[in-house]
């Protein structure tokens, strides 16, 4: 029996009262980045600490951690090439032991011994302090040990520690030097946590694109952080990579992979998701919608075939079948179905030319009192929202985007309103939702109460097509993204929260994008 591996980064209970951290474990082949230390908590500075009294044999302090080398960037010496491969001969023989159940006297014995696996087993229990007193130093210190001797993991460990500033001080450039030893190794959490650290600059020049490089590599070994970071990247157009069909593919994916993950439960990265699945699937084209499927099942697979244990070989016979594409329990992803790809014949007189068929589509518009701005062949958020408008009373798909579709539909409208007489239409109720809010008092002043406040900031929203969620006055996960789409819309700061501000300006896009009123 092998024991756990050591790792820091992927999960960690914490006991405030004094400080502590525990080391779990969890498979390798599906995990999610999770962060061991809290970001904000203040450095350790090494020569502040009391070290305890060193035993016989003396155990690893922090002064001897803080003291260590660093790993060098560069070829390791032939020395440390031959301590490496001694300690996977130690690590081989060491396999079949029953760490778990083996006394602390042996352990520490064989962690004195120059056994790898002895001195990681050792750190976890002094930071537990399973049989042992806690100690977080000497834990450190035997963490240092064993990466200096080829142990990626415990690199990676190490390279946590000055990131988050346990035991030492904090050190991204330090952090940055030991996860590139455990990237050399293949460690998906470490090239995760580099691939951040890179991305915003943090201990070495800003390196956007070998981030991203990292970044997939990570998600192709099954990490889910690294998946949906991606899907960020790309949804954001962070490093010149907006693609909003690759981003809606590995948001899917994080969301399949996290559940996985859970058991089949929902956690709260594998919920933010399909948040934003929901968010691009409103948005796309039918065509961008068939790519984004496309592109999901093939890294889909990718990932599937990598994380899966290798086959026993068997003898030669028929020829293998095809891979498989997907996890025992694990459905592919779940992409948005696709409408149907009818082509629509373009009309007389539809331009060649993007600005002018907005310029069109926003006449018409215009016509159908949808919209009060005179047609400027700009696609700006009011344009958008009067398309879904129009959209969401045919009965066609929403996307807000200015499509020969959408032009030839509005066209038909026109002229069904040209025939109606003019008595029906003046009795005709308002012909949009935001019609229909403009004339409703209660949303005109911002309410004292919290839930009210939330309420109206909800209706405002669904009257503008951001949200299509009843208004319940509770501030939940979905009006947080519809807010966020509108402050997105508009160029503004995302914060997902509601506001006075935020009330006043929805208010006036809704008298905007209202119809104008003849006075007789």
Not at 266 to 276: I, M, P, T, V
Not at 354 to 359: G, H, K, S, T
């Amino acid at each position: 029996m092998t024991r756990p591996g050591l790792t820091i980064g992927t999960a960690i209970v914490v006991a405030a009262s004094v400080g502590m951290a525990a080391w779990l474990m969890l498979p390798p082949q599906i995990s999610s980045s999770r962060t061991l230390f809290d970001a904000d908590s203040p450095a350790a500075a090494a020569d502040t600490i009391t070290v305890p009294e060193p035993a016989s044999p003396p155990e690893v302090t922090n002064a001897e951690f803080a003291q260590a080398k660093e790993p060098s960037t560069t070829t390791a010496a032939p020395a440390a090439k031959e301590s490496a491969t001694k300690n996977k001969d130690k690590d081989k023989a060491s396999s079949s032991v029953d760490w778990a159940a083996l006394p602390i006297d042996e352990v520490r014995e064989r962690a004195n011994n120059d056994d790898v696996t002895a001195m990681e087993e050792l750190a976890r229990r002094l930071v537990q302090g399973l049989g042992v007193a806690k100690d977080q130093q000497a834990a450190a210190g035997w963490l240092l040990r064993a990466a200096q001797r080829g142990s990626a993991q415990s690199a990676f460990n190490v390279g946590v520690m000055y990131e988050r500033g346990f035991v030492v001080e904090r050190d991204s450039t330090k952090a940055i030097e030991w996860y590139r030893k455990a990237v050399e190794a293949n460690v998906p959490m470490a090239k995760h946590n580099l691939a951040l650290l890179l991305r915003d600059g943090k201990g070495a020049p800003r390196n956007g694109k070998e981030a991203v490089e990292l970044l997939r590599s990570a998600a192709r070994q099954g990490m889910t952080g690294s998946m949906f970071t991606l899907g960020d990247i790309y949804e954001r157009g962070d490093e010149g990579l907006k693609d909003p069909a690759i981003a809606l593919a590995w948001f899917a994916i994080t969301a399949e992979f996290e559940r996985q993950t859970n058991r089949g439960g929902e956690s709260e990265l594998s919920k933010l998701a399909s948040q934003r699945v929901q968010v691009l699937q409103r948005i796309l084209m039918p065509g961008e919608l068939e790519r984004a499927q496309q592109y999901g099942q093939a890294e889909f697979k990718q990932i599937v075939e990598a994380i899966q244990p290798p086959k026993p070989a068997a003898a030669p016979a028929a020829p293998p079948p095809p891979p498989p594409t997907e996890i025992a329990g694990l459905p592919k992803p779940s992409f948005p179905p696709l409408p149907p790809t009818t082509p629509v014949a373009e009309p007389p007189g539809w331009p060649k030319n993007a600005a002018d068929q907005i310029r069109l589509i926003q006449q018409a518009l215009v016509d159908l009192r949808l919209l009060r701005d005179k047609p400027d062949g700009a696609l700006g958020p009011m344009t958008r929202s009067a398309i879904l408008a129009f959209q969401r009373s045919v009965a066609m798909r929403e996307t807000g985007e200015p499509t020969v579709d959408v032009f030839v539909a509005l066209q038909n409208a026109v002229k069904t309103e040209a025939a109606k007489p003019e008595q029906a239409k003046a009795d005709a109720p308002p012909s949009s939702p935001a019609a229909a809010a403009a004339a409703d008092p209660t949303l005109d002043a911002w309410p004292n109460a919290t839930a009210d406040q939330v309420k109206v900031i909800q209706t405002l929203l669904r009257d503008l097509n951001f949200s299509r969620e009843a208004p319940d006055g509770v501030l939940g996960p979905a009006t947080r993204s519809a807010i966020r789409d509108y402050e997105r819309s508009l160029g503004l700061a995302q914060t997902g929260e509601p506001s006075k501000t935020l009330f006043d300006s929805l208010k006036e896009m809704r008298g905007l994008t209202a119809p104008a009123t003849k006075s007789d």
